[in-house]
């Protein structure tokens, strides 16, 4: 009878003791829109493997990859109300809910890759990671997402003229269809998923992306003429909800951001190595690629899409100075 008992008693602290561990262990879920061996891909499962490492197990990420849980508009909005915990996303589709953030779309704000990694690690960073964070949105680290130009299945474009007429698809950023509209196109908001097959069945006739992007979703294969206009260079993010972040005991807190932080070195290196890699592999399957002798008539055209930011933000003036003025 003791025996029995004391077994049952043991079963019952060891029941106990797990349901202890199951109560502070978290399952996450994360979303990636990018399929298997892209750098944001291989990036984010190296996130859950140290997450898992440097937590002893106590938190555990479940990756979703390929927008398998949705697009990227949906999956923002799912982190932001705690339906998933953590997503790579690009600002782009953040700034119409974060205006500090909106500051990367404004097309070319950025001398190069370089000087935005400069402004994103001081103040400017600062001030835009603050942003997102009221809007439910914590940045734990920064991904490089290169360049973006022009492509299309006619022509190179070399002056804005070029864009006259032109269907051009762009995220969902008022600021993006502000471009398209001041170069004379017609802009033609769209999920990436879309994309391919709107190129192939002309429903647009041109978009614009980073030489992985290009290549990885095959839109190369439908719209063969890459134009360097270089006109966005936009970060990404690996973002966290919050809630679920602020929760977080300051060890845990610690842990997380240095996985994130280590998951964007190895992001920021597959990366470099990628935009080559594409580059060459989309030129081989025959692409024409132009470099735009001058940008200056673009970057000219892009005077009311400044003036419509600051009307609507300005108290934002400051940043995009601040921008402006970082070396
Ligand atoms: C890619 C980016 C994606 C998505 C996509 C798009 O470069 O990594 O997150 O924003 O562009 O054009 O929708």
């Known amino acids: 009878m003791y025996q029995k008992l004391s077994k049952s008693l043991i079963g019952a602290v060891a029941a106990l003791t797990m349901l202890g561990t199951a109560a502070t262990a978290a399952d996450w879920r994360g979303w990636n829109i990018h399929v298997d061996g892209y750098p944001n891909t291989v990036a984010m499962d190296k996130f859950a493997e140290l997450l898992a490492e440097k937590t002893n197990g106590e938190i555990t990420l479940q990756m979703f990859h390929g927008g398998t849980l949705g697009s990227q508009l949906d999956a923002i909005e799912q982190v932001r109300l705690g339906g998933l915990e953590i997503g790579n996303f690009n600002l782009g589709p953040i700034g ?5 953030a909106n500051v990367v779309s404004l097309p070319f704000i950025f001398k190069d890759v370089p000087h935005m990694f ?5 103040e400017g960073g600062e001030k835009i990671a603050e942003g997102m964070a009221a809007k439910g949105l914590v940045p734990l680290a920064w991904y490089d997402a290169g360049a973006r130009s022009f492509y299309n299945g006619t022509k190179p474009i070399n002056v804005p003229e070029d864009v006259t007429g032109m269907k051009v698809r762009v995220m969902n950023n008022d600021l993006y269809s502000g471009m398209i509209s001041e170069l004379g196109g017609n802009p033609s908001p769209m999920a990436f998923a879309e994309v391919y ?6 429903v647009v006739d041109g978009a614009e992306n980073n030489w992985p992007s290009y290549e990885s979703t095959g839109h190369f294969e439908v719209a063969g003429f890459y134009s360097l206009s270089q006109h966005l260079i936009i970060p990404e993010c690996l973002c966290i909800n919050a809630d679920v972040y602020n929760g977080l005991s300051d060890d845990m807190k610690a842990a997380v951001k240095e996985a994130a932080m280590e998951s964007a ?3 920021q290196e597959l990366w470099a190595a990628r ?4 580059r060459e592999m989309v030129e081989k399957a025959g692409v024409v690629t132009n470099e735009i002798a001058n940008k ?3 970057q000219e055209a892009m005077v009311p899409v400044y003036a419509a930011y600051l009307e609507a933000n300005p108290n934002l003036r400051p940043l995009v100075e ?3 003025s970082t070396d």
């Open 96 to 100: 119409p809910i974060a205006a500090e």
């Open 118 to 122: 400069r402004v994103l690690n001081g």
């Open 197 to 202: 097959q709107s190129l192939k069945t002309g």
């Open 265 to 267: 070195t190895v992001q």
């Open 275 to 278: 935009e080559m890699s594409s």
């Open 296 to 298: 200056v008539p673009f």
């Open 322 to 324: 601040l921008i402006q």
